[in-house]
C-alpha cells in the first residue's frame, strides 16, 4: 500500500519539490507535533486492541478476579467448536449477499438515474435518506413493515397467495430479512458513488461508440464498466468491510437468533464475552474477524490502486 | 418503427424499475410517519385512512425519558465532532502539506480505525473504562467516538487542503506572516464549507453509531440508538411508540442530508472520491 503511493509521487518526483513544502531541519518535527493529538487520541484507545490479543491468551473472567496464561488453549477451543464455523459461515454469506446485492443493484439504479429529467433530479435527492437512517432505527421501521399486525407487507403478499411471512421469526427467512434491511440501508451509498463515477466519465469514447454503432450492452461492458472499476471497488471496500463486521442490525433484530441462525463473529464474541462473561474466549473470535478484514482490506486496496491506475490511462 | 418502439418500451421499463426501487427506499419512512400518528384504536384496523392524532408522541416525549435521551445523544455526538475538528483539522494539514517519514502509514493508521471491528475495542475498553471510571459518561464516550468521527475528517479534510494551491500559502508566507496565522487567516476559510460538512457527515456517523454507546454506557446517559430498542418486539409493543421514537432519531438526520448533499459523495468515500 505505502509502496505504490511511493511509486505514484515518485512519478511526479521532476515536481514534488512543488507539491510539498520545504522543510528547514528545525521544523522537520512540525508535522508530528501537528499529528500528535490525534493519534494521542485514537491510539488512547488503540491500546485496548494490544490488550485484546494478550487477554485472548488468559482465561480472564469477568467472573472471577483472578486470571492466568493459558497460552493458545482458547484459540484451539475455538478452532474446534461447530459454533465458530457456524459462525464464519454467517459472517460471510451475510457479507457476500449485503454486498454483492448493493453492488449490482445499485449501479443498476445509478445507471437508471444518469438522465436528466424532473423526476431523477428530484430522486437523487430522496433516495439519499435511507442511507442517513441509523440502522438500528432502520431494524425498528422494517419491524413496522414487516411485522404480520401492523406492518403493510403482510397485506401485499396476501394478494400474492402468500400468508404469514415469517420475516425474522423463521430460521429459513431471517437471514433475508436482515439482507433486505441492510440493502435499504446501504444501498444508496452505491448508488450516490456510482453515479458520481458515471457524471466523471468523459463524453468523446461514449460518443465514438454510438458513431460504431455498438450496443447498449457492449458499450456498458467495454467502455462503462472498465472506467467505473475505481470508483466500484471503493464502495466494495467499504461495504465488504462493514458488512463483515455488522452487529447492529443482527442484534436490533434477533440478537442472532433465531436460535443461532444469524450469530455472526460479531454477536458470537459479544455473547461469549458479555453475556457469558468469558472475556477470555471472547477474544479469538473478534481477532480472528479483525484479521479477516484487515487480510482482504490490504489486497482491495492494493487492487484499486491498480484498477485506479489502468482507468486513468484511458 | 421498430427501433422507436423499443426505445418506449426500453424507456417505460426503466422508469418502472427505478418506481419499484423508489417505494421501496421511501415507503417504510412514510409507513413509519403514518403509524407515529395512529392511536391504538385504529392501529389494527385502518391502513391509510384514520384519524391522525398526536397521541403518541405526547406520550414518547412527554410520558417518557426520551427527550433526555435525545438530549444524551445530541451532547455525545456533538461533544465527538468538535474534539475531532479540533485534533482534527491540524493533522489533516500536515498530512496534505509535508512530505514526512512514515506519512502514508499514518494516515492508513488512521483510515484503519474505521474498518476495525467496534467489538474487538470494546472488549478490553469495557474493562479499562470500569477502572478509569469513563464508563457510563459523557468523557468516555466522546472519546471512543473518535474511532467514527475523526479518521473521517482526517481524511476527507486533507483531500481539501491539498485542492488549495501552495502559491497562495507561500505567497502569503513571503509577505511575512507566521505559519499560525496563514493557517487561520488563509487556509482555514478556504477550506470551511469542507470543513462544515464533513463535520456534519461525522456528526450523523455519530449520532447513528450504536455498538458503542450499548456497551459502553446505558444508565445515566444512553443514545437515542440504544433507547430506541426497548420499543421492540416487547409483548406489549406499542407500534405508535415504536414508530415515533423511529421518526424523532431520524428526523435531524435527513434535515442535514440535505444540507450537504453537494459534499456528501466526497464525505461518504472519505475523500476517495472527489464528486
Given at each position: 500500500?505505502t509502496?505504490?503511493?511511493d511509486?505514484?509521487?515518485?512519478?511526479?518526483?521532476?515536481?514534488?519539490?512543488?507539491k510539498?513544502?520545504?522543510i528547514?531541519i528545525?521544523?522537520?518535527?512540525?508535522?508530528?507535533?501537528?499529528?500528535?493529538?490525534?493519534?494521542?487520541v485514537?491510539?488512547?484507545?488503540?491500546?485496548?486492541?494490544?490488550l485484546a490479543?494478550?487477554?485472548?491468551l488468559?482465561?480472564y473472567?469477568?467472573?472471577?478476579?483472578?486470571?492466568?496464561?493459558?497460552?493458545?488453549?482458547?484459540?484451539?477451543?475455538?478452532?474446534?467448536?461447530?459454533?465458530f464455523?457456524?459462525a464464519?459461515?454467517?459472517?460471510?454469506?451475510?457479507?457476500?449477499?449485503?454486498?454483492?446485492?448493493?453492488?449490482?443493484?445499485?449501479?443498476?439504479?445509478?445507471?437508471?438515474?444518469?438522465?436528466?429529467?424532473?423526476?431523477?433530479?428530484?430522486?437523487r435527492?430522496?433516495?439519499?435518506?435511507p442511507?442517513?437512517?441509523?440502522?438500528?432505527?432502520?431494524?425498528?421501521?422494517?419491524?413496522?413493515?414487516?411485522?404480520?399486525?401492523?406492518g403493510?407487507?403482510?397485506k401485499?403478499?396476501?394478494?400474492?397467495?402468500?400468508?404469514?411471512?415469517?420475516?425474522?421469526?423463521?430460521?429459513?427467512?431471517?437471514?433475508?430479512?436482515?439482507?433486505?434491511?441492510?440493502?435499504?440501508?446501504?444501498?444508496?451509498?452505491?448508488?450516490?458513488?456510482?453515479?458520481?463515477?458515471?457524471q466523471?466519465?468523459?463524453?468523446?469514447?461514449?460518443e465514438?461508440?454510438?458513431?460504431?454503432g455498438?450496443?447498449?450492452?457492449?458499450?456498458?461492458?467495454?467502455?462503462?464498466?472498465?472506467?467505473?472499476?475505481?470508483?466500484?471497488?471503493?464502495?466494495?471496500?467499504?461495504?465488504?468491510?462493514a458488512?463483515?463486521?455488522?452487529?447492529t442490525?443482527?442484534?436490533?433484530?434477533t440478537?442472532?437468533?433465531?436460535?443461532?441462525?444469524?450469530?455472526?463473529?460479531?454477536?458470537?464474541?459479544?455473547n461469549?464475552g458479555?453475556a457469558f462473561?468469558?472475556?477470555?474466549?471472547?477474544?479469538?473470535?473478534?481477532?480472528?474477524?479483525?484479521l479477516?478484514?484487515?487480510?482482504?482490506?490490504?489486497?482491495l486496496?492494493?487492487?484499486?490502486l491498480?484498477v485506479?491506475?489502468?482507468?486513468?490511462g484511458? | 418503427?421498430?427501433?422507436?418502439?423499443?426505445?418506449?418500451?426500453?424507456?417505460?421499463?426503466?422508469?418502472?424499475l427505478?418506481?419499484?426501487?423508489?417505494?421501496?427506499?421511501?415507503?417504510p419512512?412514510?409507513?413509519?410517519?403514518?403509524i407515529?400518528?395512529?392511536?391504538?384504536?385504529e392501529?389494527?384496523?385502518?391502513?391509510?385512512?384514520?384519524h391522525?392524532?398526536?397521541?403518541?408522541?405526547?406520550?414518547?416525549?412527554?410520558?417518557?425519558?426520551?427527550l433526555?435521551?435525545?438530549?444524551?445523544?445530541l451532547?455525545?455526538?456533538v461533544?465527538a465532532?468538535i474534539?475531532?475538528?479540533?485534533?482534527?483539522?491540524?493533522?489533516?494539514?500536515?498530512?496534505?502539506?509535508?512530505?514526512?517519514k512514515?506519512?502514508?502509514s499514518?494516515?492508513?493508521?488512521?483510515?484503519?480505525?474505521?474498518?476495525?471491528?467496534?467489538?474487538?475495542?470494546?472488549?478490553?475498553?469495557?474493562?479499562?473504562y470500569?477502572k478509569?471510571?469513563?464508563?457510563?459518561?459523557?468523557?468516555?464516550?466522546?472519546?471512543?467516538?473518535?474511532?467514527?468521527?475523526?479518521p473521517?475528517l482526517?481524511w476527507?479534510?486533507?483531500?481539501y487542503?491539498?485542492?488549495?494551491s501552495?502559491?497562495?500559502e507561500?505567497?502569503?508566507q513571503?509577505?511575512?506572516y507566521?505559519?499560525?496565522?496563514?493557517?487561520?487567516?488563509?487556509?482555514?476559510?478556504?477550506?470551511?464549507?469542507?470543513?462544515?460538512?464533513?463535520?456534519?457527515?461525522a456528526?450523523?456517523f455519530?449520532?447513528n453509531?450504536?455498538?458503542f454507546s450499548?456497551?459502553?454506557?446505558?444508565f445515566?446517559?444512553?443514545?437515542?440508538?440504544?433507547?430506541?430498542?426497548?420499543?421492540?418486539?416487547?409483548?406489549?409493543v406499542?407500534?405508535?411508540?415504536?414508530?415515533?421514537?423511529a421518526?424523532?432519531?431520524?428526523?435531524?438526520?435527513?434535515?442535514?442530508?440535505?444540507?450537504?448533499?453537494?459534499?456528501?459523495?466526497?464525505?461518504?468515500?472519505?475523500?476517495?472520491?472527489?464528486?
Amino acid at each position: 500500500m505505502t509502496e505504490s503511493k511511493d511509486e505514484q509521487s515518485g512519478e511526479s518526483s521532476k515536481n514534488s519539490s512543488s507539491k510539498y513544502m520545504k522543510i528547514p531541519i528545525e521544523v522537520k518535527a512540525r508535522p508530528y507535533l501537528i499529528l500528535a493529538p490525534s493519534l494521542i487520541v485514537t491510539i488512547g484507545i488503540l491500546y485496548p486492541f494490544v490488550l485484546a490479543i494478550i487477554y485472548s491468551l488468559t482465561n480472564y473472567s469477568f467472573r472471577s478476579q483472578t486470571y492466568h496464561f493459558i497460552g493458545l488453549q482458547n484459540w484451539v477451543d475455538m478452532f474446534s467448536k461447530r459454533e465458530f464455523w457456524h459462525a464464519a459461515l454467517v459472517t460471510s454469506e451475510y457479507a457476500l449477499a449485503s454486498t454483492g446485492s448493493e453492488l449490482i443493484l445499485g449501479l443498476g439504479i445509478a445507471l437508471l438515474l444518469n438522465r436528466d429529467s424532473w423526476y431523477t433530479r428530484v430522486l437523487r435527492v430522496l433516495l439519499i435518506f435511507p442511507l442517513m437512517v441509523a440502522p438500528v432505527i432502520a431494524v425498528l421501521i422494517w419491524q413496522l413493515m414487516t411485522n404480520n399486525a401492523v406492518g403493510i407487507l403482510e397485506k401485499l403478499l396476501n394478494l400474492f397467495g402468500l400468508f404469514n411471512f415469517p420475516w425474522a421469526s423463521s430460521a429459513k427467512t431471517a437471514l433475508f430479512t436482515a439482507v433486505v434491511i441492510d440493502f435499504w440501508v446501504y444501498c444508496p451509498f452505491v448508488i450516490i458513488l456510482a453515479r458520481a463515477g458515471l457524471q466523471s466519465l468523459p463524453k468523446s469514447p461514449f460518443e465514438a461508440a454510438k458513431i460504431d454503432g455498438g450496443s447498449a450492452w457492449f458499450t456498458f461492458k467495454t467502455i462503462t464498466l472498465p472506467m467505473l472499476k475505481p470508483i466500484l471497488y471503493i464502495a466494495v471496500i467499504f461495504r465488504l468491510m462493514a458488512s463483515l463486521q455488522e452487529f447492529t442490525i443482527i442484534y436490533g433484530l434477533t440478537k442472532g437468533g433465531p436460535g443461532n441462525t444469524l450469530m455472526n463473529l460479531s454477536i458470537t464474541a459479544y455473547n461469549t464475552g458479555f453475556a457469558f462473561m468469558r472475556f477470555g474466549k471472547s477474544l479469538p473470535y473478534i481477532l480472528f474477524l479483525w484479521l479477516l478484514i484487515y487480510i482482504i482490506s490490504q489486497r482491495l486496496v492494493k487492487n484499486w490502486l491498480a484498477v485506479q491506475k489502468a482507468a486513468s490511462g484511458y | 418503427m421498430k427501433a422507436q418502439y423499443s426505445r418506449g418500451v426500453l424507456g417505460v421499463s426503466r422508469s418502472l424499475l427505478l418506481a419499484i426501487y423508489s417505494l421501496f427506499a421511501l415507503f417504510p419512512l412514510i409507513w413509519m410517519i403514518i403509524i407515529s400518528f395512529k392511536s391504538d384504536a385504529e392501529m389494527f384496523t385502518t391502513t391509510f385512512i384514520f384519524h391522525p392524532t398526536l397521541s403518541n408522541y405526547y406520550s414518547v416525549l412527554v410520558g417518557t425519558d426520551y427527550l433526555k435521551r435525545f438530549l444524551d445523544n445530541l451532547i455525545v455526538s456533538v461533544g465527538a465532532v468538535i474534539v475531532s475538528v479540533i485534533v482534527g483539522v491540524p493533522g489533516a494539514y500536515a498530512l496534505a502539506r509535508y512530505n514526512f517519514k512514515g506519512r502514508e502509514s499514518l494516515a492508513f493508521t488512521i483510515l484503519s480505525f474505521k474498518f476495525a471491528p467496534e467489538i474487538l475495542v470494546i472488549l478490553p475498553l469495557f474493562m479499562i473504562y470500569q477502572k478509569l471510571h469513563l464508563y457510563d459518561t459523557y468523557l468516555g464516550l466522546i472519546w471512543v467516538y473518535q474511532l467514527i468521527t475523526l479518521p473521517l475528517l482526517i481524511w476527507v479534510l486533507r483531500g481539501y487542503f491539498e485542492d488549495i494551491s501552495l502559491e497562495i500559502e507561500q505567497a502569503a508566507q513571503l509577505e511575512g506572516y507566521g505559519w499560525f496565522h496563514v493557517f487561520q487567516k488563509i487556509l482555514l476559510p478556504l477550506i470551511m464549507p469542507g470543513l462544515v460538512s464533513a463535520g456534519l457527515l461525522a456528526f450523523i456517523f455519530a449520532w447513528n453509531s450504536f455498538t458503542f454507546s450499548l456497551l459502553l454506557s446505558g444508565f445515566k446517559i444512553q443514545t437515542v440508538t440504544v433507547a430506541s430498542l426497548r420499543y421492540v418486539a416487547s409483548d406489549t409493543v406499542h407500534y405508535g411508540y415504536m414508530a415515533v421514537a423511529a421518526a424523532i432519531a431520524t428526523l435531524p438526520e435527513i434535515i442535514l442530508a440535505l444540507l450537504i448533499q453537494k459534499h456528501l459523495v466526497r464525505g461518504l468515500s472519505f475523500g476517495a472520491v472527489k464528486g
